[in-house]
């Protein structure tokens, strides 16, 4: 997971420092995520999935298909 999410940012030009202001994560705790040090939580895990508009399967590497899937307008529904 920690390779897939590096490779998703430098793929769109972002600094850990912009995954915090696009996310709400510390950039330690990015930095740590990326690293395979610290876990990822469901909700961190959905921000980021949008963020990079790709799914959480495919962040896990529980899917090589990148594409998301269709989504809910309001997710708190």
């Known amino acids: 997971m920690n ?8 793929e769109s030009g972002y600094t850990q420092l ?10 330690s705790d990015y930095s740590k995520i990326e690293r395979g ?3 990822l ?3 961190q895990a959905i921000i980021i999935a949008q963020v990079f508009n790709t799914s959480i399967d495919y962040i896990t590497g529980l ?3 990148r594409e998301p899937y269709p989504r809910k307008n ?3 529904d």
């Open 18 to 27: 912009q995954m915090q202001m696009k996310t709400g994560i510390d950039q």
């Open 3 to 10: 390779k897939r999410l590096k490779q998703l940012r430098i």
């Open 63 to 65: 899917t090589d298909v």
């Open 41 to 43: 939580s469901l909700k």
């Open 74 to 76: 309001n997710l708190k």
């Open 37 to 39: 040090t610290r876990e």
